[in-house]
């Protein structure tokens, strides 16, 4: 998502069109891996994601939304320059699943630790969606913006991460 976005980018500041070309190359393959399903198949980031007999990768559905803000971004853009219809058919799909499946924008599967960084691949995803008409998400937009404002620290950023910094004296 975020190489397409950057060709986007190039594409948008030169007019060259191979960089257009790069992009939609990108947003095809996306489309192909999907399948015309709205969540890729697992990626394997454990030993526990790969059948190690077959080295094949694991076929269970991931709705994790830190897979999908950037290639929704991406394909919002390939939709908005070439007016294909795949790019955002693909990406309603995927924003109507992901809204199912975080109707209030929240899980318990997340930390408090991680909670912005996963609402905020979620809120990139289904703004991209909005943006383009592929549905109405703004109460969970709205839902993971009060979320935001509850992790706000004082210096104005988001809590993000639980590291801790130590004197070493």
Known sequence: GRGGMALIQLYRATGDERYLEAARLLG???LRWADGDPYLKQTAFSPNEYDLKTMKRSQRPC???VFYDGMAILLSNLYRITG???YRDQLKLTADALAKDYPDGYTTNFTPLTKSFV???LMIALAAAQEIGCGDYSDIINELLATFRELQDTSGG???SGLIITSNT
């Open 28 to 30: 095809d393959a996306y």
């Open 63 to 65: 709705n994790a939304p």
């Open 84 to 86: 294909d219809e795949r």
């Open 119 to 121: 609402y905020s691949r």
């Open 158 to 160: 988001v809590q993000d």
